[in-house]
């Protein structure tokens, strides 16, 4: 028998590599000669490197949101370097009383790509979710040498304040590393740059912007959006151009590639040869609920190829399940809560707790099969 373990992390508790080596020890007390083959999946949110990477991180300098330097870390994948942009883009390293877009910028995770290209790595992969800006990308574009000028020709920093402010783009000085390069940006998000389901509309506030501040932001986005639309022949309608306060749109320009994030930690990890004639796909994540099966996430993403791959049976093992979930066919679930318990306790014991619940799934699946023999 063939099993694909392929789980996200158990947020809090367990990595998802963790995850994989407890549900293969409990397949291997009821199957001893399964051929299993794991996956550390993540969807290219939070966790994507650790999952991709493990331990093979690079440390970088690279500045905050607010100009700050701290040490930020990107992954390597053989050929590939995996970046994380909230590691040095992200909200949580604004502190709430200091989140204002206007004065936050992306230029931390344009020096991690340009110190991945630096390093000799083509591959680029890039996760865009958790930012705390509304830039457009301009910080990033800066920190790999584009200059953005303002009427009196003197160059600008690169935050959300000087959108505004942009006049031309002088593109010379853009690194000649991007040449060759791949960039594939994973974006779970269709929003398109401007207007009231863009960037600013949508993502401005939860970052800290007020009514009158997301009315000075968008004011800025549409003219940096022709500037770049000058220099670069970029597309501000394209689907996830307003990613990470429009970090997509810049990197379009500069000839990344947005795909959903499920679909490029897949492709990259070489899914769907390794489910190929699988009898069991088995993922999890620490709680499971309607999100979970939306567009672009790790189990709705799981259950799409398993179907495209033969229909292959999926089983879902995880923290909590949302009463009355509806899950399509060919899929079950099972809960590692089998009793009333705090969540902190849940937490502290998540190993015993998901080695018993996935011993229970695979007893299930195993009497499953034998009634259908009958």
Not at 225 to 244: C, M, R, V
Request: hydrophobic letters at 40%; a negative charge; proline letters at 4%.
């Amino acid at each position: 028998m063939k099993i694909l373990i392929a789980p996200d992390s158990f947020k809090g508790s367990l990595s998802s590599r963790q995850v994989i080596e407890i549900i293969s020890g409990a397949v291997k007390s009821l199957i001893p000669d399964a051929q299993i083959t794991s996956i550390p999946a993540a969807d290219g949110g939070e966790g994507t490197v650790e999952a991709l990477c493990g331990q093979r991180l690079v440390s970088c300098e690279a500045l905050d949101p607010l100009g700050k330097s701290i040490n930020a870390v990107y992954g390597l994948l053989h050929d590939t370097a995996v970046i994380e942009m909230a590691s040095a883009s992200g909200l949580p390293l604004v502190p709430p009383n200091e989140r204002d877009p206007r004065n936050t910028s992306t230029f931390g995770t344009g020096q991690l790509i340009l110190d991945a290209l630096k390093r000799g790595y083509k591959n680029i992969l890039i996760g865009i979710g958790g930012s705390a800006t509304n830039d457009g990308g301009m910080g990033a574009l800066s920190a790999l040498g584009v200059r953005f000028l303002d009427e009196n020709g003197c160059e600008l920093a690169g935050k959300g304040s000087e959108l505004i402010k942009v006049r031309s783009i002088d593109k010379s000085g853009l690194t000649p590393l991007i040449r060759g390069a791949s960039i594939t940006v994973m974006c779970d998000v269709t929003n398109p740059l401007l207007g009231e389901n863009g960037a600013t509309h949508v993502y401005g506030p939860q970052k800290g912007a007020s009514d009158s501040v997301i009315a000075e932001l968008e004011r800025g986005m549409e003219n940096y959006a022709e500037a770049i639309k000058k220099a670069f022949d970029a597309d501000s309608l394209l689907p996830g151009a307003g990613a990470a306060g429009g970090l997509g749109f810049a990197l379009s320009a500069i000839g990344g590639r947005l795909i959903r994030g499920v679909d490029a930690v897949f492709d990259t990890l070489a899914f769907n040869e390794k489910a190929h004639g699988a009898d069991l796909i088995i993922t999890g994540e620490g709680r499971l609920d309607s999100q979970s099966l939306g567009f672009g996430k790790l189990i709705s993403g799981i259950i799409s190829r398993a179907k495209s791959l033969g229909d292959i049976p999926v089983l879902i093992i995880a923290g909590s399940i949302m009463p009355m979930l509806q899950l399509p066919e060919n899929t079950a679930a099972i809960s590692c809560v089998d009793r009333p318990m705090e969540l902190s306790y849940a937490m502290e014991n998540a190993a015993q707790l998901l080695y018993t619940a996935a011993h229970r799934a695979i007893s299930l699946y195993l009497l499953g099969k034998n009634l259908g023999k009958q």
